[in-house]
């Protein structure tokens, strides 16, 4: 059976009022809950398998995630949202707030375009609007602007903010339980890889397997 992680995020209120992203990246480094993306779940074909983490943490409104990575290869090519950024050096967020029910894909290159999504099985897929993909705020440490891939070793980091109610969830202060996972990709680079929060346990790189989400706790 495949091991089902579980990670309660805390609530942290105070982050809706800081006004810069590097207050908020403090405070969620000071008091998140940290995670790491490291399963490498097809290591014949891609064994590659750079630094990955995350540090999340809730207000009643918003679902903070603070990604970091560090990598051979930087690659940022896809520079508008619903493009392919999966190609590109390539953080995830995918959660079902309810079992059985519809999850969300959340799917962000380096410079912060946004591939996103909700469906309840891979092959019918309503993407979002551009109205909601613009409320998910996004602070690339690599800035914006797209670049072709580069080769070296770098340390990049993204902090994303997630509206609750994006993904259909009303925190009213008890806690929520809901099933995710998250990961870190880069189809199209020289070292391509497939990593994951929550072990996959598939043939072949999918990412699209709600039966392989870990429990995510809003506390």
Not at 47 to 73: K, Q
């Amino acid at each position: 059976m495949p091991k089902n992680k579980t990670l309660s995020i805390p609530l942290l209120p105070e982050l809706d009022a800081l006004t810069s992203a590097d207050e908020i990246s403090s405070r969620l480094d000071e008091y998140g809950v940290r995670g790491f993306i490291g399963c490498a779940n097809w290591t014949d074909s891609h064994p590659y398998r750079p630094l990955s983490s995350f540090v999340m943490g809730h207000t009643a409104d918003t679902l903070y995630i603070d990604f970091f990575t560090r990598s051979n290869y930087l690659r940022g090519e896809v520079y508008e949202d619903l493009g392919p950024v999966c190609e590109d050096s390539c953080v995830e967020f995918f959660v079902q707030p309810e079992a059985g029910g519809e999850y969300w894909n959340f799917e962000f290159n380096c410079i912060g375009t946004l591939n996103a999504s909700h469906r309840t099985e891979r092959p019918h897929p309503t993407r979002l609007t551009p109205e909601e993909l613009a409320a998910v705020r996004r602070h690339p440490s690599c800035g914006t602007r797209p670049f072709r891939e580069l080769e070296g070793i770098f340390a990049w980091s993204l902090l994303v903010a997630i509206p609750l109610k994006l993904i259909g969830v009303h925190y009213e202060g008890k806690p929520i339980e809901m099933r995710g996972n998250l990961y870190k990709c880069a189809s199209a680079t020289s070292q391509p890889h497939f990593l994951s929060w929550n072990p996959i346990h598939t043939p072949k790189p999918d990412f699209h397997r709600p039966d392989f989400f870990g429990t995510l706790i809003l506390e």
